[in-house]
């Protein structure tokens, strides 16, 4: 089993919709999450840490779930620039695991 | 500026070559990562150092070699060069004091051995 799986997409949805993301990750002592955004040929971007809590940014919303090992990642109101991979990153002290990304590309 | 800088930003070697990617930073952090990525495998580890004396392999070490000479420089090497060593090679830096183990990456290295 991979350490970090994700759905490798593409996800094409039209502009406005609502798309979610989910990531499940193997090792259950994993104490860090986040999402990062990569743009073709691109370094990738830290989009957003996710917390037990879940947490919010704007039009982005990432949820944690220790008990089920899997990360998501909600986007409301989908705007052109969204079109980009999106990858699940999952970690401990020393270093972290990336998913191969999920492709997002955002229809007029 | 950017914070980390990686050169060259492209490469082309022949089978064979001895090849250093370079990697700088100028964020003060203690932790430099080298990763390569390929199509529908993403993202893989190469090596990564927590300071100058702390150099540790990763999941694909074999065929690379690392030095670290300074805080703020780590670069990577090919001793010798072969095909499938072709990808995307990112230089990452992380404080894992300031903000967990945040990545952040350089612009890549794009090589291509023939």
């Known amino acids: 089993r991979k350490e970090v799986e994700q759905d490798p997409g593409p996800f094409n949805v039209p502009e406005g919709a609502t798309v979610a993301f989910n990531c499940t990750y193997s090792?259950?002592?994993?104490?860090?999450f986040f999402w990062y955004r990569q743009d073709c040929r691109k370094e990738p971007k830290l989009l957003m840490s996710?917390?037990?809590s879940g947490n919010e940014d704007g039009r982005f919303t990432a949820q944690l779930n220790r008990a089920s090992q899997y990360i998501s990642l909600l986007i409301r109101d989908s705007k052109l620039s969204d079109s980009a991979t999106y990858l699940c990153v999952v970690g401990g002290y020393q270093k972290v695991t990336f998913g191969i990304g999920t492709k997002l590309q955002v229809i007029p | 500026d950017a914070d980390v800088t990686q050169t060259p930003r492209n490469r082309i070697t022949k089978t064979g070559k001895r090849i250093m990617l370079e990697c700088s930073q100028t964020?003060?952090?203690?932790?430099m990562y080298w990763y390569r990525q390929d199509p529908g495998l993403g993202l893989r580890l190469i090596y990564y150092?927590?300071?100058?004396?702390?150099?540790n392999k990763g999941e694909i070490s074999d065929g690379y070699s690392v030095s670290r000479q300074a805080q703020a420089k780590f670069s990577l090497s090919l001793e010798s060069a072969i095909p499938n060593q072709t990808a995307l090679y990112f230089c990452?830096?992380?404080?894992?004091?300031?903000?967990?183990?945040?990545?952040?990456f350089g612009a890549g290295t794009r090589l291509s051995v023939l």
């Open positions: 996710v917390y037990s």
């Open positions: 964020k003060g952090h203690d932790r």
């Open positions: 990452a830096t992380s404080d894992w004091r300031g903000d967990g183990n945040i990545q952040y």
């Open positions: 090792n259950s002592a994993s104490q860090s």
């Open positions: 150092s927590f300071d100058v004396k702390d150099i």
